[in-house]
């Protein structure tokens, strides 16, 4: 099968397998896993923070961060299309009794400057408390701008905000930039970053963070159940994503743009070629396209795509430039009959 629906669907390669074979395994509860304690140190070095924590995924590294930055009660600020807000089970309103204050998202990812100062609450027992404000970058595979980053975290200290970044797909935005991850992270006081995506890792996201806060997400990932013992198994894949998988995310960029150029050939999509910042290639259907028929037609053909009338193609490191070959050879014969 060749995947096109997201970059989570990648296999771990090789090292990893290998690693994971290999690696020295502890109980994590405890404290004692040295394989990761090696990969919370090295990636605390890495990205410039006091310490880091292994969790199982980029949910809950995000749940963990807005529950260590907030109390019950009070409020984060985040985009409309932000993962931690639309697509995380509510988990911050339903376990942490956090109050999400979404607001617009612009055509290029960011927030508002203005939305953003407009949103924070008055110090009034009417309101929640503003404690927090979340980023995302990438965000629709689009990268926030490094000058945005820096204005953003000057206006969360001057209003006495944190501010919170899922870096699910950092690495991307850095490779894109061809800046390091660390130029990135520094503007923020928390940073979760997932493994398991462009990375290859098979599983495993990293919460980034001062001494207290990860005390404090310590505390609620055991409480969440996301303790886990012999973890080393998959923190030494997590190791080799981030010390062999980062720069090879270029490869990714120049595949999808291969990808955007091509479907902007064909009079069925709608595609905007300058859009594609990085590994995520968004193309509108010809609205007399069934879009679930579409997709069952690719399947046959061994292509998997999530159906909608706007398409999200992903590429990652189990796609070939022969893989969007043969997605757009295989485009060109289902689309020769109806598929209303």
């Known amino acids: 099968m060749i995947d096109f629906r997201s970059d989570t669907v990648t296999q771990p390669t090789v090292a990893m397998?290998?690693?994971?074979?290999?690696?020295?395994v502890g109980d994590d509860v405890y404290g004692d896993d040295p394989t990761v304690n090696h990969l919370q140190d090295m990636a605390a070095e890495m990205f410039g923070f006091d310490g880091a924590l292994f969790v199982s995924s980029g949910t809950q590294a995000n749940l963990l961060a807005l529950m260590s930055h907030c109390d019950r009660g009070d409020e984060y600020l985040c985009g409309q299309q932000a993962h931690n807000y639309k697509f995380e089970g509510g988990g911050a309103a339903v376990l942490g009794s956090i109050q999400p204050q979404p607001l617009n998202n612009q055509l290029d990812?960011?927030?508002?400057?203005?939305?953003?100062?407009?949103?924070?609450?008055?110090d009034d027992i009417h309101f929640a408390q503003t404690r927090l404000l979340s980023l995302e970058n990438t965000i629709g595979g689009k990268i926030l701008p490094q000058a945005y980053l820096s204005q953003a975290q000057a206006l969360a200290?001057?209003?006495?905000?944190?501010?919170?970044l899922d870096g699910a797909r950092v690495a991307n935005a850095a490779v894109a930039q061809n800046i390091a991850i660390a130029d990135i992270t520094q503007y923020f006081d928390s940073v979760s970053i997932c493994l398991s995506k462009g990375l290859c890792a098979p599983i495993g996201s990293i919460l980034l963070g001062d001494e207290r806060l990860i005390a404090k997400a310590t505390r609620w990932r055991k409480?969440?159940?996301?303790?886990?013992?012999q973890a080393g198994i998959i923190a030494a894949a997590a190791k080799l994503a981030l010390t062999e998988q980062v720069d090879r995310l270029a490869e990714d960029h120049h595949h999808a743009t291969m990808l955007a150029e091509a479907l902007y050939q064909f009079d069925e999509f709608e595609v905007d070629v300058n859009a594609v910042q990085t590994n995520m290639v968004f193309a509108r259907l010809a609205s007399h396209i069934d879009p679930n028929r579409l997709s069952q037609a690719l399947l046959h053909k061994g292509i998997k795509v999530s159906p909608s009338q706007q398409l999200r193609l992903v590429t990652h490191a189990d796609i070939t430039s022969q893989d969007i070959a043969t997605l757009i050879a295989s485009l060109k014969q289902v689309l020769s009959i109806s598929l209303r």
């Open 109 to 122: 990812g960011s927030i508002l400057l203005t939305d953003i100062e407009a949103a924070i609450k008055p």
């Open 17 to 24: 397998r290998r690693a994971m074979a290999d690696a020295p």
């Open 157 to 164: 200290f001057n209003r006495g905000l944190k501010i919170h």
């Open 223 to 229: 409480m969440l159940g996301g303790g886990m013992r």
